[in-house]
């Protein structure tokens, strides 16, 4: 039986093939706007693909390429404007390539010191961007989900080692009604407790909301309390917490402070709205997703120390095997030691390459576009009869309604514009004085967006 690491002339055309449809993806400025099909009618259009001897190289991909690739949603598509999208630069998906060509393990600088160099590159300029000392680091994570749970886990350890009391203890901590979803989840994955405190009603945590609610705790609660996180830009409406009181809150109450700036961080780089995160320079940890609004491809989030000590103390495992990675000989920055996961992939190279390729300037152009789109998007949403704002832009996100449509009309409109191939635009909720109600959301990433499209998805709402 021929070896399956063998390279053969079958070998290289798939390869040829593979790379003559990357190319060509690559290059594409307007994907075909995909959508899903049931897993029933995919079976019969696929069939069986994993069999005792292998259908081929040839056949497989010939099936991803017809039928399973358009039956997903590119992320990329200038006129998918829902949820948080992505643009990867092209020298970016390009470098995901090389990064899996490569097959470097980017745990630990003994194995990976190349690629690893090179991340590093890239968290110096994140680090940069968010005011933190010059001591303060990262690492490169799958998400913003690995980006927070990772900073809870070096926050509540840090907490532990302040009082062996303390260890006793259920930890709990404190967000907004606007965080992120994942937050709740990670706070289960921790066991902790946590309390969402209510706001001005446009879930935007402040200084003086948060004093208000640990005042009121009970004694115990007020011993369990070890950290606050605050959001840097909300996926629903990229509303910024009021960071600067934040966080006089927690350096008076000696609080971890947190602030999830997965979606809103590229923001930072942005000079018009750098302001609004005034305050982020004092946190403890920030997590950032550069798959999101700095243009790299999935999965790639980062998370950011004050600290570097607290995180390493949390994380780093230890094996005999793994003992060799932290001998003098191995010396350099081990990755593996400061978020959950071991093994991981060089995450952060195509954010690395796509900087070196193109520039901090460009970037800078580039995030901007997204802010301008979405204040013109308002501009219009203002201008037009059948549509009406439900709030100003926030970031790059846009809410807004059709005048009296109700959640089928949304739900509809979405599908009927999904499946004709034109855009991707879904419903959200927006809760004012405890009322809810469903409205429609843009959130602006693609700079190939144009003003033509926001013109026509608003002109299909007729």
């Not at 605050?230 to 109450?253: F, H, P, R």
């Not at 000989?329 to 060089?346: E, K, S, V």
Request: hydrophobic letters at 40%; one cysteine or more; charged letters at 25%.
């Amino acid at each position: 039986m021929k070896s399956m690491h063998a390279i053969d002339i079958d070998t290289v055309e798939m390869t040829l093939d593979i790379m003559k449809y990357a190319i060509n993806r690559i290059s594409n400025t307007n994907p075909e706007l995909g959508s899903p099909k049931k897993e029933e009618l995919l079976d019969k259009l696929v069939g069986t693909t994993i069999t005792e001897k292998g259908i081929g190289g040839e056949k497989a991909f010939q099936l991803f390429r017809d039928i399973l690739a358009k039956a997903a949603v590119p992320v990329d598509h200038p006129r998918h404007l829902a949820f948080v999208p992505a643009a990867p630069t092209r020298a970016a998906i390009l470098f995901d390539l090389v990064t899996s060509a490569s097959s470097i393990h980017g745990a630990y600088w003994m194995t990976g010191a190349g690629g690893i160099y090179c991340e590093n590159q890239a968290m110096k300029w994140l680090v940069s961007l968010t005011g933190l000392p010059e001591t303060a680091f990262g690492v490169f994570t799958s998400g913003g989900t690995a980006a927070n749970l990772s900073a809870m886990i070096a926050a509540r350890e840090y907490w532990r080692s302040l009082n062996d009391e303390n260890k006793a203890f259920k930890a709990l901590l404190i967000t907004s009604s606007g965080a992120h979803s994942s937050i709740i989840s990670m706070a289960q994955v921790i066991d902790a407790d946590i309390i969402l405190v209510d706001d001005h009603g446009e879930d935007r945590l402040t200084g003086d909301f948060l004093q208000k609610k640990i005042d009121g705790l009970s004694a115990i609660d007020r011993k369990r309390l070890f950290a606050v996180i605050a959001t840097g830009g909300t996926t629903n409406a990229g509303i910024i917490d009021e960071l600067d009181t934040i966080a006089q809150v927690c350096e008076k109450e000696n609080l971890w402070f947190h602030v999830d700036a997965a979606y809103g961080g590229g923001a930072l780089a942005a000079p018009s709205v750098r302001h609004l995160f005034n305050g982020i320079e004092k946190a403890d940890s920030i997590t950032i997703d550069p798959h999101k609004w700095l243009f790299s491809p999935y999965d790639c989030g980062a998370v950011i120390y004050k600290n570097l000590d607290h995180a390493r103390k949390a994380h780093s495992q230890k094996g005999a095997y793994l003992d060799i990675f932290k001998d003098e000989g191995a010396q350099g920055f081990n990755p593996a030691d400061y978020q959950i996961q071991l093994t991981r992939r060089l995450r952060g190279l195509p954010l690395w390459f796509s900087l070196a390729m193109h520039g901090t300037k460009t970037y800078e152009m580039a995030i901007e576009r997204g802010l301008e789109l979405a204040k013109f998007a308002g501009e219009k949403i203002n201008s037009m009869p059948h549509v009406e704002l439900v709030r100003e832009p926030g970031l790059s996100c846009v809410l807004f309604e059709r005048k009296n449509w109700n959640p089928t009309d949304y739900r509809n409109w979405t599908y009927d514009n999904h499946k004709k191939g034109f855009a991707l635009v879904t419903p959200t909720k927006w809760t004012k004085n405890n009322k809810t109600k469903t409205i429609s959301r843009f959130c602006f990433i693609n700079p190939d967006t144009t003003e033509e499209d926001v013109v026509e998805i608003l002109e299909s709402m007729k």
